[in-house]
């Protein structure tokens, strides 16, 4: 099958999604990125079941990945912590779950980045992949970059990556 065989018999796959801003100083009225993904995310049709601020704390950010794929939630998108200060440290926590990368995610984040804002885009560490069943999409915290991968990367392709995620986890069923 072609991709775009595989997108049409996905399109109408529905996520279950978790939102996770990492911020020191974030709060819900001050979340802009946040709130664009989980705008974005409700007018594609997708399910958000969790949405929460937590700080850049790497054993905070495991747990909370290990907590949604024990719900049985399809994608986590994760904005913030993905700079190259000493506090950012969201991507080495996501990294060390990974059981597959989706290595395109974070090169193309950077290729459309740097069209806009030049050479800076290559301190982003933008990243995604899979963590038991469950897609992750990490991208920076300005309200421009989650826009960025929002719009020109995840939500127009997110209901065939879920399809792609759970034909590959159901059992095999051999006649």
């Known amino acids: 099958m072609s991709h775009s065989d595989h997108r049409e018999i996905s399109k109408n796959m529905k996520a279950r999604c978790a939102v996770v801003t990492c911020s020191d100083t974030r709060t819900e009225e001050t979340d802009t990125s946040g709130a664009y993904i989980l705008d974005g995310?409700?007018?594609?049709?997708?399910?958000?079941?969790?949405?929460q601020i937590v700080r850049d704390e790497p054993e905070q950010i495991r747990a909370l990945?290990?907590?949604?794929?024990?719900?049985?939630?399809?994608?986590?998108?994760?904005?913030?912590?993905?700079?190259?200060?000493?506090?950012?440290?969201?991507?080495?926590?996501?990294?060390s779950m990974l059981e597959k990368t989706i290595p395109g995610f974070g090169e193309l984040f950077r290729v459309i980045s740097y069209e806009d804002i030049g050479p800076p885009a290559m301190l982003s560490r933008a990243t995604a992949g899979v963590f038991r069943d469950m897609l992750v999409f990490s991208m920076p915290g300005s309200t421009a970059a989650v826009r960025l991968a929002m719009d020109r990367l995840i939500l127009d392709e997110l209901s065939h990556f879920v399809w792609e995620i759970r034909r590959s986890s159901s059992p095999v069923v051999r006649t």
Not at 41 to 51: C, D, Q
Not at 65 to 71: H, P, R, V
Not at 79 to 95: F, H, L, Q, V, W
């Open 41 to 51: 995310l409700k007018r594609a049709g997708h399910e958000v079941r969790e949405y």
């Open 65 to 95: 990945l290990e907590q949604y794929a024990a719900d049985g939630l399809d994608v986590v998108l994760i904005n913030g912590g993905t700079g190259i200060s000493k506090r950012d440290s969201t991507y080495e926590a996501i990294a």
